[in-house]
């Protein structure tokens, strides 16, 4: 079992940044992989960032890339997503999520999942 909460949104400014944290409780974090997901207002929720459980490998949608960073730090069960200029298309609900496979990208594969956090961009 591994419980995900989510820190680090809000509003700002579009060009602007915002750095999202997800801490884990629970047995074994440094198994799973992580990835963030988004859902906007009226929308599915959408992969937007996977890293590996070793951090080693990340993978990215292709509207992100360039712009958003992934990372984790086993030592302390958290995995973040640095956000660097932002739009306002990327306003939308970010969700964490736990994964036993390798860099996937369909929600499916994510059995843990936290509550989510809000991030609003202004144009």
């Known amino acids: 079992q591994v419980q995900l909460v989510e820190s680090g949104g809000g509003l700002v400014q579009a060009g602007g940044s915002l750095r999202l944290s997800c801490a884990a409780s629970?047995?074994?974090?440094?198994?799973?992989?992580m990835a963030w997901f988004r859902q906007a207002p009226g929308e599915g929720r959408d992969f937007v960032a996977a890293?590996?459980?070793?951090?080693?490998?990340?993978y990215y949608t292709d509207s992100v890339k360039g712009r958003f960073t992934i990372s984790r730090d086993n030592a302390k069960n958290t995995v973040f997503l640095q956000m660097n200029s932002l739009k306002p298309e990327d306003t939308a609900v970010y969700y964490c999520a736990a994964s036993l496979a390798y860099l996937v990208v369909g929600r499916t594969e994510y059995r843990y999942w936290g509550q989510g956090t809000q991030v609003t961009v202004s144009s």
């Open positions: 629970g047995r074994a974090f440094s198994r799973y992989a």
């Open positions: 890293i590996s459980s070793s951090g080693g490998s990340t």
